[in-house]
T-cell receptor, first 109, second 115 residues
Framework: GDSVTQMEGPVTLSEEAFLTINCTYT??????LFWYVQYPGEGLQLLLK?????DKGSNKGFEATYRKETTSFHLEKGSVQVSDSAVYFC????????FGTGTSLTVIP | GAGVSQSPSNKVTEKGKDVELRCDPI?????LYWYRQSLGQGLEFLIY????????KSGLPSDRFSAERTGGSVSTLTIQRTQQEDSAVYLC?????????????FGPGTRLLVL
């Protein structure tokens, strides 16, 4: 069945460091892919999405490219800020939503 | 406009009691989802409503769990005879509807603690 596997955390980075959070998926068809973010004390909110192969989703300096050949949707940001500290969830949708287990990111000044 | 709201925000109950969790989706959204988020775990799908169609209950973990959606809007998740392992954050999300690939909009969740 469909599933999402994402990099385990927690991840701790210094401000302005480069961020990669890996996400790979298993799907029978052509899913849409998402990254959701959960800031401390808040609900999940959509960060970015891509609906077909080779699409790049981007928002707030974060990017992720839908790679069908490697079944991946890795999240990247060139220079993280303290305000990026949150839990990040990779998800796919193909008739039903499947979420990864979440990766906690802490950015220290 | 208003987002998805959930109530209560926190609920503490004793083992064996029944609880009801409420979700108000975004107005006009026809799709509604319930998830459970346990400590250190990802989101576990529970149930999905789409318009007037029969709900997808495939994620409900046991027959102690049930959910209703009245008038295509507000939804209530009921847990009967609560157990300690039911302690988790229960999240509700809604989406405009149509194919189940639409972006979901999440509520703040209800944190349930079963003593």
């Amino acid at each position: 069945g469909d599933s999402v596997t994402q990099m385990e955390g927690p991840v701790t980075l210094s401000e302005e460091a480069f961020l990669t959070i890996n996400c790979t998926y298993t799907a029978t068809g052509y899913p849409s892919l998402f990254w959701y973010v959960q800031y401390p004390g808040e609900g999940l909110q959509l960060l970015l999405k891509a609906t077909k192969a080779d699409d790049k989703g981007s928002n707030k300096g974060f990017e992720a490219t839908y790679r069908k050949e490697t079944t991946s949707f890795h999240l990247e940001k060139g220079s993280v800020q303290v305000s990026d500290s949150a839990v990040y969830f990779c998800a796919l949708s193909e008739g039903q939503f499947y979420f990864g287990t979440g990766t906690s990111l802490t950015v220290i000044p | 406009g208003a987002g998805v709201s959930q109530s209560p925000s926190n609920k503490v109950t004793e083992k064996g009691k029944d609880v009801e969790l409420r979700c108000d989706p975004i107005s006009g959204h026809t799709a509604l989802y319930w998830y459970r988020q346990s400590l250190g775990q990802g989101l576990e799908f529970l149930i999905y409503f789409q318009g007037n169609s029969a709900p997808d209950k495939s994620g409900l973990p046991s027959d102690r769990f049930s959910a209703e959606r009245t008038g295509g809007s507000v939804s209530t998740l009921t847990i009967q005879r609560t157990q300690q392992e039911d302690s988790a954050v229960y999240l509700c999300a809604s989406s405009p509807g149509g194919p189940r690939i639409e972006t979901q909009y999440f509520g703040p969740g209800t944190r349930l603690l079963v003593l």
